[in-house]
């Protein structure tokens, strides 16, 4: 046998080509945080350590309103779209399969399927249509929006910890005369509902990060803080934007450990 | 239990499934589904004056999309500005996909191959980016390839160049922010399928004398290319249909599919065109969607989960 | 826990109840980019307490687009003169009467009596400027003073060249260079400025907006841009000079109207009589740096304005410069035909 090494799993060239994958992945997300700190307007200079940026993000009230719309926003559509999706998934899963249970699900996951731009379009149609002939423009119009492109997120985690599980649990409810509603409640409920808080969190993140739909369904002075920042983009990339996107990396961060976290505590 | 005790507890529980699932119906069919039905009857009406339609039933829409009508001599062409549009959607698309199967594979050998512990967190390294906002991240490239980015201040302050190169408003920087955009979901399914790879055919491999090329190419690369027909697909597919990349890279020239059904929309001021577009980008999606079940299916199916 | 979610979303709802319930009223107006003077807007606020929201696009299309298409939400518009006829004609504007409002005396009588709104029965002048050409010097030391920039670009600015898509200014900046008369719908000269813009366009940058940052910061080296934007530019980056094309170039006007379904008109004629104050003209124009339609207003505009080279028309260049009316119906068809087949 020889005396050196040999890996059987390593690849010539592949180590150093992931690592520059992860390098250039987050080279220019670490820069952009590392300047929304920058004293200094460009780039290219460093101007010191600075709160400045944040403070003048905090401080606009087109900002401020954005982000509370978007927290708004979010928050509503996550709350339909998880209750939605939990019934959808009792509905669709551990059972045999019946008729349409292919179209259900199809429907359900169609957002998956969809070009986003698509949907967009056909949202701007339909609910210019609506705003017309209603005279109506709130905000509900982007809460349908969002909720309805949110509930795959949070049907295929809950859908997964549903196949997963035991039966042999419910099964003993039942024996024990248990009605379908308390089983559920007492058995099935507590144990999907990590799940369902993953879910929950995932149509949350997705609900803020919306781009496109938002762009195209919003009426007069609704921007939520993505098309804030997309208005902003096509003209000045002040390190303003800088700091609101970091604010909002933060919170996905956040938002994402703790998915990770509850997601391994399951386990 | 009697047969007719049977069918009627089977008929209950169907009926109760469908009553489960009828609210996520109606949701999706009010704000998703439904919309995209009045999207195919307007791309079959006439464009209102400046935004609308007038419902006056017709096929021009769809002629419209390739051939084109000379303004003055009025002959009919094929309209070279529409297949230049689609031509480079799906070029730059296949290079997006190509770009991020040559950085993602390696990076999701290299995930799949590190010890039990420390893979969690390089997978959480890889889902950062991800589920990060898709306009951060196209703006974190904006300020790299800007003439006063990043890239364009790091190459005149050593040297190599004088003036910056102009890299913003080209077809090269879309390429490389929807690489950048798209590789997690490249990695995902990649690393997925090596996964589940049996390493010890790898030791077979070697101990039958083959090179690490040969063991790569005709062990590693057929058993794992259902991942690699997924990774692609969930590539291709949203790059197709990008809109804000594009947009904000490529300055309003370099228009792809998306940008252009937007166009249509508002200074365009054609609706029905632009819903027509729409639907054509549909069914290219929906049709790759559908060559990637088939292969799922043929090749045992593959978790993207 | 779906308690404490429930509760964490009603708090939300009432934060945004809050934010918005300061103010007795509002407004929201729809405006042009980077064209509205923030301390305009909080003295307004401020005096009348009423909570103002701007949104904003960046071409008179697109405008026009949104607000035809109903269900927008807004209150006031700023069209271009070219424009708002167009809109008198489409019945989306109110006859808000400000030559009846208590600040009209300070109108500059020249643009009382104007060919689109007789006696300004529905629009106030919000700024006027030209159009022409951008050129950041560094690039280029030849002659700004031709639209030979964008149509027949030099060698050093082959593929930095942007110009701004906004069809009407474009079209008519076309068709003078190519010897036509702006308006025109001779198909023989409209055929080769279609065959010139479409062969030009290889050697542009970009079709974008934004230029007043674009050319301060060096993104773009030349554009067709309005002489306010350039003028910003220029405070940013010296390098950028403002080019009044010999061939021909535009002279234009937007006035600021109320929308037929605006929500809240009452606030909106207040703005109007607001703005029609020399003092509150002349916030508009410090901050975008075009001239306004007030008379009184130049004691209050910083000195620079006086004699910037953006806002002075060279005596040789006066000219060419051309004042254009609402193109008729027919030649709009065809300018549009030909616009589409550019944007692609």
């Given at each position: 046998m020889s005396t050196r090494t040999f890996s059987v799993t390593a690849l010539p060239g592949f180590a150093t080509v992931a690592l520059v994958a992860f390098v250039a992945l987050y080279a220019p997300i670490v820069t952009m945080v590392v300047y929304s700190f920058n004293g200094s307007q460009s780039v290219a200079v460093w101007g010191g350590f600075s709160l400045e940026w944040y403070v003048r993000a905090w401080e606009n009230t087109a900002v401020q309103e954005a982000t509370v719309r978007s927290l708004v926003i979010a928050a509503s559509a996550s709350l339909i779209a998880t209750t939605v999706a939990t019934m959808a998934a009792l509905g669709t899963t551990r059972t045999r399969s019946f008729r349409g249970q292919t179209l259900i699900y199809v429907m359900v996951n169609q957002p998956l399927m969809v070009p986003e731009i698509v949907t967009a379009v056909a949202l701007l149609i339909v609910f210019a249509a609506v705003r017309v002939a209603t005279g109506w423009s709130g905000l509900g119009f982007l809460i349908l929006a969002h909720s309805a492109f949110c509930v795959p997120f949070a049907y295929l985690p809950i859908r997964a910890r549903l196949e997963g599980m035991d039966l042999s649990l419910e099964t003993a409810a039942a024996d024990l005369y248990a009605s379908r509603w308390q089983t559920f409640r007492h058995v099935t409920l507590p144990l999907i509902f990590p799940a369902i808080i993953a879910g929950a969190m995932l149509a949350f993140v997705i609900s803020l990060d919306d781009v496109i739909i938002t762009e195209f369904v919003k009426s007069a002075g609704q921007d939520t803080l993505p098309t804030y920042m997309l208005g902003q983009l096509r003209r000045a990339v002040t390190p303003e934007v800088n700091a609101i996107s970091t604010a909002l990396l933060g919170l996905t961060v956040l938002l994402l450990t703790a998915f990770f976290i509850i997601s391994r505590t399951r386990d | 239990m009697s047969r007719t005790a049977e069918s009627e507890a089977e008929t209950a529980r169907i009926r109760r499934n469908w009553a489960l699932a009828t609210p996520a119906l109606l949701l999706l069919f009010a704000g998703a589904a439904g919309p995209l039905l009045v999207v195919v009857v307007y791309s079959f009406l006439t464009p209102g004056d400046y935004s609308g339609v007038e419902w006056d039933f017709t096929f021009d829409a769809w002629v419209q999309i390739l051939f084109a009508r000379d303004i003055f001599d009025d002959t009919l062409r094929l309209a070279d500005a529409h297949l230049t549009i689609f031509w480079r959607s799906v070029k730059l698309s296949l290079l997006t996909t190509l770009a991020c199967f040559a950085f993602g594979f390696p990076t999701a050998w290299f995930i799949a191959t590190r010890d039990r512990r420390q893979r969690g967190l390089w997978l959480f390294l890889i889902t950062i980016p991800f589920w990060t906002n898709l306009l951060i991240r196209t703006f974190a490239i904006l300020e790299v390839v800007r003439n006063q980015g990043l890239l364009n201040t790091a190459l005149m302050k050593l040297g190599v160049i004088s003036t910056p190169i102009q890299i913003l408003y080209t077809d090269t920087a879309v390429l490389i922010g929807m690489a950048y955009v798209y590789l997690p979901l490249m990695v995902l399914p990649l690393y997925a399928a090596i996964d589940r790879f049996d390493f010890r055919l790898l030791e077979a491999g070697y101990d039958l004398y083959a090179s690490r090329w040969q063991v790569l190419r005709r062990i590693v690369l057929p058993i794992v290319k259902p991942g690699i027909v997924a990774g692609s697909i969930l590539v291709f597919v949203p790059s197709l249909g990008a809109y804000v990349t594009p947009r904000v890279l490529g300055g309003g020239k370099n228009m792809m599919i998306g940008n252009f059904i937007e166009l249509q929309f508002g200074q365009g001021r054609n609706w029905p065109l632009g819903s027509a577009l729409a639907m054509v980008l549909l069914v290219i999606v929906l049709v790759a969607l559908l060559a990637y079940v088939r292969a799922a299916n043929r090749t045992g199916g593959v978790d993207v989960h | 826990m779906k308690r404490l979610y429930l509760g964490g979303i009603a708090a939300l709802m009432a934060t945004t109840a809050a934010t918005t319930a300061h103010a007795e009223g509002s407004l929201n107006i729809y405006n042009w980019?980077?064209?509205?003077?923030p301390e305009l807007i909080e003295k307004f606020e401020k005096e009348h307490n009423v909570d103002v929201t701007i949104t904003d696009y960046d071409s008179n299309t697109t405008a026009l687009t949104k607000i035809e298409a109903g269900g927008h939400g807004f209150d006031m518009v700023v069209p271009t003169h070219t424009y708002l006829p167009i809109y008198i004609e489409k019945d989306l504007l109110l006859e808000a009467r400000p030559d009846q409002m208590e600040n009209f005396e300070h109108m500059d009588p020249q643009w009382v009596d104007v060919e689109w709104d007789p006696g300004r029965h529905y629009s106030v002048p919000w700024q006027w400027g030209t159009t022409g050409v951008a050129v950041n010097k560094s690039a280029y030391s030849g002659d700004p003073n031709t639209s030979a920039i964008w149509l027949d670009t030099p060698e050093e600015l082959k593929g930095k060249v942007n110009v701004v898509p906004e069809m009407q200014d474009v079209m008519s900046l076309a068709i003078m260079y190519m010897g036509g008369e702006p308006c025109t719908s001779d198909k023989e000269v409209l055929r080769k400025v279609r065959d010139k813009l479409v062969e030009a366009k290889a050697d542009w940058m970009s079709m974008d907006y934004g230029m007043t940052e674009r050319l301060g910061n060096g993104d773009v080296m030349a554009s067709v841009n309005w002489n306010g934007s350039t003028f910003r530019a220029r405070v940013t980056n010296p390098d950028v000079v403002y080019g009044y094309p010999k061939e021909g170039y535009i002279v234009w006007m937007d006035s600021i109207a109320i929308l037929?379904?605006?929500?809240?008109v009452e606030n909106a004629k207040l703005f109007m009589n607001f703005i029609m104050e020399p003092e509150n003209a002349a916030m508009i124009s410090s901050f975008a740096r075009y001239a306004n339609g007030?008379?009184?207003s130049e004691e209050f505009m910083p000195e620079e304005m006086q004699t910037a080279p953006e806002i002075v028309v060279p005596e040789e260049l006066k000219a060419a410069g051309k004042f254009n009316q609402t193109c008729p119906q027919e030649a709009q068809d065809l300018y549009t035909a030909i616009w589409t087949e550019l944007q692609k």
């Open positions: - | - | 980019g980077n064209y509205t003077s037929k379904d605006a929500e809240n007030i008379a009184g």
